[in-house]
């Protein structure tokens, strides 16, 4: 029995038919073999349990172990694990894409006015399902999320992730200098209030708790040690941070902080720098930061939308991905800074960003920074781009027990994309690689979702699916 | 009377009602009062006869002179000028945001063996279909075009101009080296189609004919003197090519015309430089090329979708408008280097490129290359971005004559743009401007396009005429 609308049989099972693709690995480790790394299904079979996937594989194999379960069959589609946000700021919903202004400019003239507006339980409340639609229209079933000073925001995120039943990382945000009066908070009450919300929060139903120093600038040595006290008693936590977005941040950091060598070291200071720490940016990191980000298992999140559009620069993917001194790296949309929430839209600007490198590391403009190899790092190919969305996420955000493909046993979020949408010219350009209802290969699959990413956006995500159920169809 | 259809009443006069929003100059010489420079009616009256604007104001100024017309009210919407696109490739419509290629590899593993198949005029007809559907779904009413070394593909692209009434600029596109045998064509055969082209098409009905050497590169002396020599026996002609978009490009080019001192000599050994010349991109144009290109009354095209996509790099858009040394810049999608047809998405990729240029130009990365006036200068208002994609383009494209506002006597080309379409989000953000149905004023209506330009795209033109007649309705 075969439907389009979802069917849940009695027994509690769902089974969803259609074209899988994922990643079993990092493909950088594949090079010029890129698919070695990935796995595709042209008619597999997801089978779904209480949220949790419980069998996987071609449908012509799985279907005769379930032959009494209905079948959902999503056609003309190829289905990826759901998309991974590891940056974006719950309260700026309203004021993405604001104009003119650097970092620390921009964060005073729209961010903070907007911001404080989220300790209002019914302004934070609509926000809050206006960003969910959005996240799921975009194709993004988790985030790493940032908040406000105020508690409420952190509640009310909560309440409305647990409602379409999402796994979220997020808490409340630490902010004790250069902000509002109304806006910062005391290391004290910081750290009194974020104890009492992991408590009631963390490893609650799909919720994760990150502990949340805005970025350094904004903290001072007290903000940061109660986050350094708060891992250490939960030691399970997140952190969830920014670093080094601007070139004027950079060097303020290193005037408030005068005892460190660097950005990073401020991090390194107060023991936060290790696994579950993610920094949002690094546009301006070292050489040598990155290379202890990479020795402590730290996270950078890299947001093209954003560092394009507050002007931030141009982040070095080839130099964070050294095999030597593999940095993880998480994709984020940075809303408001980014100008989208769409991941989709994401990996189009993190593919240029890489391009832009790749010329400058080619020897054709400097020969002292020819560098063949980082160059190549720099090529966001489609089974590079997407991995960063999924699977790459979800071993940034040490989320890969449970996230990031389609492994018996991990969540049942997904994404369902339909290549042909988006501007009206990319249905003819995909119609070179198939017409056919699904791709024959999964080089043809590759090619569909580099014809997504390259010139789709949020229109080609068609459903989004939230623990073996839909959360989203595009209208 | 008024009705959502169009009414054009038996004396051929067509009244369209709505907000209007156009510029009288450039807003680059009014820093911090640019609004200065554009015209702003929120209940307008645009009165068109024979596809030419008759008469132009408030609606209760002058709908008292046409009591008898019937009127058109676009509701909801602001209407700009139609976007002009300067720099656009014809026959790349399918292979648009080609994977993994800075330009000379590019050129030869996606390009001309796409571009090879317009010598068929079945395979053109069907791409010039495509190709202008593309652009009226983006707004775009004007383009400067490249065609393919086949006359057919010219002819071709002119028959569907035409079909749809459109003003565009083509040419046949010559390039004699660096190309396949099949698509190189010689200096002689170029200089004579070239002259039977101009004769058949300059100056008929809308067309507009560019004398075309593709890029100086894939152009020898031999092609450049036909360029000259046709510009000397047709001096009203455009010229339309390419310059320094990408740094190994610029070394060959140097390589391959040893007798210049940098790209722009070639262009100006060859007598080519001057009013009616654009060159493509520019990346890598020097302070003093940019200096000739604005004695010469010379134009470029900046094409940022297209620059961060093969990863050219950024060009210098606070350099070429150095109020001394005023470059003619126009705005360019460069599809499909550019990876979209949608001069909205080309501002938003603009305002990017600004943004970083800001950013290195503000001391905090290099105080060596502080500029603080020529960082301003790169930061892309509502106003300036906007003037870019009208009037702007049609004076740098000398055009304005007869395009790029609703002055009397110009012809009635624009497009209504709807402030709450595109992405999810753009709705609830454009609520903080207004939720009236019209902009009050002429700054909310800058914020509402600041709105559009940042976080939408195509989905934001709902309507697109040309001639004073409906030629897009968004589905």
Redesign the interface.
Known sequence: MEKNQIETSQSGITCIRGAFFDFLDDPWKYIEREHESARYIRDGLLVVEGGIIKDFGSFDKLSPKYPDQPVTHIKNRIILPGFIDGHIHFPQ????????K?LLDWLQMWIFPEEIKYANRDYASEAAK?FF??LL??GTTTCQAFTTSSPVSTEVFFAEAERRGMRTIAGLTGIDRFAPPDYVITPDDFYSESKRLIETYHRKGRHLYAITPRFAVGCTDAMMEACAKLKKEFPDCWINTHISE???EV?QAKQEFPDCTDYTAVHEKHGLLGPKFTAGHGVWLSNDEFRRFAKAGAGVCFCPLSN???????FRIGRALDPDHRVRLSLGCD?GGG????LIRVL??A?????????ML?G??NEREHDAAEAERN?L??YRAFYLATLGGAQALYLDDVLGNFNVGKEADFVALDWNAG???LD??Q??VTTESAPATIDQAA?LL??IM??G??RNVDETWINGKRAYKKG
């Not at 919903?93 to 003119?100: C, D, F, I, Q």
């Not at 394009?308 to 141009?314: D, V």
């Not at 100008?339 to 769409?342: M, Q, R």
């Not at 593919?351 to 010329?359: A, I, L, Q, S």
């Open positions: 919903v309203r004021v993405l894409g604001a104009y003119g650097q206006r639609d959005d229209a975009g601007n070139p004027t060097r394009l559009f507050l002007g931030s620069g141009l809303m100008n989208a929430f769409s189009e600007e593919y240029k960003v890489g391009m832009c490198n790749n010329t080619d054709s403009v090529k190919n489609p501007q009206l010219a003819w350009h119609s070179l090619m580099f014809g390259a010139c956006d949020d």
